[in-house]
């Protein structure tokens, strides 16, 4: 194999399913809320502030996004409640009330309190929304909202107030996942419908989401077929100077 044909390989693996993120995203650009919130976006137009302890409320960029991916930070910027913040994936306008609604919630809740006929669990987890959500299905991950995942080291550990969290949303048709700062939290496979990216906020007010930024993911690569005999080349290369040092 040439060096050029060489470089190429290393860098397809080095470059596929990562995205390389271009600027911060302009939320005057998205389409806006529904649900009972009151989301308001900043001055410098690259935060969004939810200030209502409510029912379901989404901020969404209206916009297809699969094969994207989405980071920023999020905070709870008071202490006066414990409940659901996080996004949305896959959704479309007028889902909240939608039967045919199918989309993705991911959200996350402080501490475990029953409500709304049942226990609403502290953690992060995803879920399928297919349907319109009602309370107790949103609370209590039942009926139309089918739970997926509970995140693999925050799927029973709630959030803190006035920590800022940086968060990574990848979003294909057939995975997705999610980075809590900078950690893998949870990795699904399947068949997911395309629609917006959003911000989701569940009987929770004060909730910032800032320096957002988005970018479209690298389609995958394919590799050489010879690349495995290459890989081995390599290694026994390796260890072949090893033996000849030790002669």
Request: aromatic share 10%; net charge negative; proline share 3%.
């Amino acid at each position: 194999m040439s060096f050029a044909n060489l470089t190429a390989v290393t860098m397809a693996i080095g470059l596929a399913g990562s995205a390389a993120f271009a600027g911060a995203v302009d939320l005057t650009t998205w389409t806006g809320a529904e649900g009972p919130g009151n989301w308001t976006i900043g001055g410098d137009n690259k935060s969004v502030f939810q200030s209502l302890n409510n029912d379901p409320t989404v901020f969404f960029n209206g916009v297809n996004s699969q094969g994207k991916a989405l980071k920023g930070e999020i905070t709870v910027e008071t202490a006066g409640d414990d409940d659901f913040i996080g996004f949305v994936l896959g959704y479309d306008a007028g889902d909240l009330t939608s039967a045919s609604a199918d989309y993705i919630l991911i959200d996350w809740k402080k501490r475990d309190q029953s409500y709304y006929g049942g226990m609403g669990a502290a953690g992060l987890a995803i879920s399928r929304v297919e349907g319109a959500i009602g309370l107790s299905d949103a609370w209590r991950h039942i009926g139309n909202v089918t739970e997926l995942q509970r995140a693999t080291n925050l799927g029973s550990t709630g959030w803190v107030t006035n920590q800022t969290y940086s968060f990574e949303l990848t979003f294909t048709a057939g995975l997705i996942e999610v980075f809590v700062d900078g950690v893998k939290e949870l990795s699904v496979n399947g068949t997911f419908e395309d629609g917006s990216f959003g911000f989701y906020n569940f009987s929770q007010a004060g909730v910032r989401y800032a320096g957002l930024e988005e970018d479209i993911l690298p389609p995958d690569v394919p590799l050489p077929a010879s690349l495995p005999l290459l890989l081995g080349a390599f290694g026994g290369l390796g260890l072949l100077r090893r033996k000849r040092r030790q002669v």
